[in-house]
């Protein structure tokens, strides 16, 4: 399926199970014409309300398609949530997406605040989750060092990649991304890191040495605050003391 192919599918997909839609958009990686063969649909349906705000997955027409279905309402209040997060999850499908469905300007509408949302960046990291994240890297990038056995240095290499690349671009203020879209991220807000953190990163899941991704890490560190390990002090919070539900 092409890029026009995909459109035209999520029309469809669109007129045949949304037929109340007010708006609606393409993203993902068909919107942005890098589709493969195995691509999903994503598509985001704004309804008039009531309608039940749900992610659902369908199949169609030989596709899976994921769909995002909210009222103009809940969708402003994922912009907020995506801020909070740090990742613009809703707010790039609908700031980067396809207009497939626009009922008196609805998706553009939408489509504006999205990209003041993404335009704004995410919501600063409080100065006790940026020493969380610092401590976090530390304690992870002490680990990698001392790890002898192969497979427990590669398990402490890839909870460190995410932490260590959400420490970078949340100390800088700049949108983080999770999966694929972590590399993605990194070459976009820390050009002049990502390569050697990203390489150091591969060499080490390769079986070659953890050196060059230490070093790494050591400067995002240098460039975050600097290590963290004494002093560290976190209150247990009362939902966690209450037990689980």
Not at 104 to 122: I, K, M, S, Y
Not at 169 to 195: E, F, Q, T, V
């Amino acid at each position: 399926m092409n890029g026009m192919d995909a459109i035209e599918s999520a029309r469809a997909l669109v007129r045949e199970l949304f037929p109340e839609a007010v708006a609606a958009f393409l993203g993902g990686s068909l919107a942005r014409g890098r589709g493969t063969a195995s691509s999903d649909l994503d598509v985001v349906v704004i309804c008039r309300a009531p309608v039940e705000v749900r992610r659902e997955n369908v199949g169609w027409q030989g596709r899976p398609a994921e769909l995002f279905v909210h009222t103009a309402e809940s969708v402003r209040t994922m912009f907020a949530w995506d801020r909070a997060a740090g990742v613009p999850t809703m707010a790039s499908l609908c700031a980067e997406g396809l207009v497939l469905v626009s009922v008196d300007g609805c998706a553009e509408q939408v489509a504006e605040d999205a990209r003041r949302t993404v335009t704004a960046g995410p919501a600063p990291l409080s100065p006790a989750a940026l020493d969380a994240l610092r401590y976090q890297v530390t304690d992870l990038l002490d680990d990698l060092l001392d790890a002898r056995d192969p497979d427990e240095r590669l398990a402490v290499a890839a909870v460190l990649h995410q932490q260590a690349a959400e420490l970078l671009l949340g100390a800088a203020g700049i949108w983080r991304g999770k999966g694929k879209w972590l590399a993605r991220a990194l070459r976009a807000g820390a050009p002049d890191l990502a390569d050697a953190y990203l390489t150091g990163y591969r060499t080490l899941a390769a079986g070659g040495p953890a050196a060059p991704f230490a070093d790494a890490v050591a400067a995002v560190l240098a460039r975050s605050g600097g290590p963290l390990r004494e002093g560290d002090r976190r209150a247990a919070p009362p939902a966690l003391l209450a037990g689980p539900v």
